[in-house]
């Protein structure tokens, strides 16, 4: 379980606080979806989880994060880091070796894994991220894609308890992100992992998370399942999320009584409520 309480954090050299007042209680296993505008805080929440706040960025921290009972402030970055597993925003900067057997064996060395663990470690990480085929191939030849699948790999194969990921689709077209959400996701569901993604495209994010955290100038403006969150499309559009025109043309047909039905997280569910409108059952469900 993950709980954050009264959390505030102004960064040392800001002048405001980037995060207000932040109360969330994330049980184990869930997949979190957080989104919001640029500059909302969404990273600076993420540095929250795996400790980067306060531990590496020093400033004004209150309230309080603790992850299966661990207090972040009072633990240290390393303690943390055996149960957060972070993904960050630039790949290429998290990379530290020239080929990605190697990528993967370098976390697991520096958290001493015993050796006989370790071949076992690395082919089921990569195995779980489908990408075994890469496995002595050089990092420099791989696509955008690629990398960001050896990324996760060398997270999971830590098995840690809580994965984090800023934007990992951020350079990826539709099928590519896509798969790494399927990845991601059935990792999560056999391992009992929590996972907690940002991600830009609310559409993408609300097929897979169980709970949907909007992020509106440093506070969590809505907090939910995808379907309570995304009844709040005209909301959501004035704080910079945009909402699939699926999902707005079901909250229209809602707000004028001609369907009761939960927000549409994409086309397919929109169809049917469409359908249920058309034969004048809309309202009765
Ligand atoms: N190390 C830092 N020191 C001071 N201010 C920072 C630091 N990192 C981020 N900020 C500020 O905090 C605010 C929120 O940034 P953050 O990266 O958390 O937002 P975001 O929602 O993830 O943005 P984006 O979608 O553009 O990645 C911004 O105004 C940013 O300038």
């Known amino acids: 379980m993950i709980e954050i309480s009264n959390l505030s954090f102004r960064y040392r050299e800001g002048a405001e606080p980037i995060l207000y007042g932040i109360d ?13 505008a640029a500059g909302s805080g969404k990273s600076t929440l993420t540095y929250a989880f795996n400790g980067i706040i306060p531990h590496c960025y020093p400033g004004d ?24 597993g972070s993904v960050c925003q630039d790949i290429d900067s998290q990379m530290v070796s020239s080929v990605v057997e190697d990528e993967v064996l370098y976390g697991l060395e520096n958290f ?42 060398s997270v999971i ?8 990921l800023d934007e990992p689709t951020a350079e990826l077209d539709p099928a590519s992100s896509l798969a790494v959400f399927e990845l991601l996701a059935r990792y999560a569901r056999e391992n009992g992992t929590t996972v907690i993604v940002v991600e830009q495209k609310i559409a993408l994010l609300s097929d897979f998370a169980d709970m949907l955290l909007i992020v509106d100038g440093g506070k969590v403006r809505f907090q939910g399942a995808p379907a309570e969150v995304l009844e709040h499309s005209d909301e959501l559009l004035e704080v910079g999320v945009n909402c699939p025109r699926s999902t ?38």
């Open 61 to 84: 921290f209150y309230g309080s994060v603790t992850i299966d009972g661990l207090d972040t402030c009072e633990a240290s970055l390393t303690d943390i880091s055996r149960l957060v």
């Open 24 to 36: 969330l209680a994330i049980p184990d296993g869930s997949f979190v979806g957080i989104t919001g």
């Open 112 to 153: 001493g894994v015993p050796k006989d663990q370790v071949e076992g470690r690395i082919a089921e990480a990569l195995e779980a991220m489908g990408i075994s085929d890469l496995r002595h191939r050089g990092i420099a030849e791989l696509s955008g894609g690629q990398k960001q699948k050896v990324a996760v790999a």
């Open 248 to 285: 707005s043309l079901v909250n229209r047909l809602r707000a004028r009584g001609l369907v009761d039905a939960p927000a549409a997280r994409n086309v397919d569910e929109a169809v049917g409520v469409c359908k249920r409108v058309l034969s004048g059952e809309g309202a009765s469900a």
């Open 157 to 164: 194969a830590l098995k840690p308890r809580v994965l984090v």
